[in-house]
């Protein structure tokens, strides 16, 4: 797969844009171990192996086990994660994948059993970020550098 367009180079006032919100995100989302979790599951659902590869790297150095990694593609079928990260990862695929779900109400209730109304909406700016940078780097053909 071949690099299409460098974006930073070509709307670099965008991506500077694009940046400043998220760097406003995770300041005032500040689980950054769930932050990484939610980041890396709705990159496997889009498919962006630039943010796989980012996401999964973040995930370790911040402590996350490489079994939870493993398993997070089927997290549903675990006993590992708790019921605040089951429910912060079924609001984001129902986010990720709206046109198909619609957010459904029973996914809303149980988010809001574990996250006060302003944590929901700035999990919801995580889940929506992480969604953009997907579609970027797709889009462009970014490819994550092969580790030796």
Same mark, same amino acid.
């Not at 709307?11 to 500040?30: M, N, S």
């Not at 659902?45 to 490489?66: P, T, V």
């Not at 590992?80 to 957010?103: K, Q």
């Given at each position: 797969?071949?690099?299409?367009?460098?974006?930073?180079?070509?709307?670099?006032?965008?991506?500077?844009?694009?940046?400043?919100? *998220?760097? *406003?995100?995770?300041?005032?989302?500040?689980?950054? +171990? #769930?932050?990484? #979790?939610?980041? @890396?599951?709705?990159?496997?659902?889009?498919?962006?192996?630039?943010?796989?590869?980012?996401?999964?790297?973040?995930?370790?150095?911040?402590? &996350?086990?490489?079994?939870?990694?493993?398993? $997070?593609?089927?997290?549903? !079928?675990?006993?590992? #994660?708790?019921?605040? &990260?089951?429910?912060? #990862?079924?609001?984001? !695929?129902?986010?990720? @994948? /709206?046109?198909?779900?619609?957010?459904?109400?029973?996914?809303?209730? &149980?988010?809001? +059993?574990?996250?006060?109304? +302003?944590?929901?909406? &700035? @999990?919801?700016? /995580?889940?929506?970020?992480?969604? $953009?940078?997907?579609?970027?780097?797709?889009?462009?053909?970014?490819?994550? +550098?092969?580790?030796?």
């Amino acid at each position: 797969m071949s690099n299409r367009i460098d974006y930073r180079a070509a709307a670099p006032e965008t991506f500077q844009a694009f940046l400043a919100v *998220h760097k *406003h995100i995770t300041q005032v989302f500040t689980d950054a +171990k #769930l932050r990484a #979790l939610i980041d @890396l599951r709705v990159s496997q659902i889009n498919g962006c192996a630039f943010c796989l590869d980012m996401h999964a790297n973040e995930a370790r150095h911040l402590g &996350e086990s490489q079994q939870r990694l493993d398993c $997070l593609a089927a997290w549903r !079928e675990t006993s590992f #994660l708790s019921d605040r &990260e089951r429910a912060a #990862l079924a609001w984001a !695929e129902a986010i990720t @994948l /709206v046109a198909e779900t619609h957010v459904p109400d029973e996914i809303y209730i &149980e988010v809001k +059993k574990h996250f006060a109304d +302003k944590e929901i909406v &700035e @999990l919801t700016a /995580v889940i929506g970020m992480i969604n $953009l940078w997907n579609r970027i780097s797709i889009s462009f053909r970014a490819e994550p +550098k092969e580790r030796k």
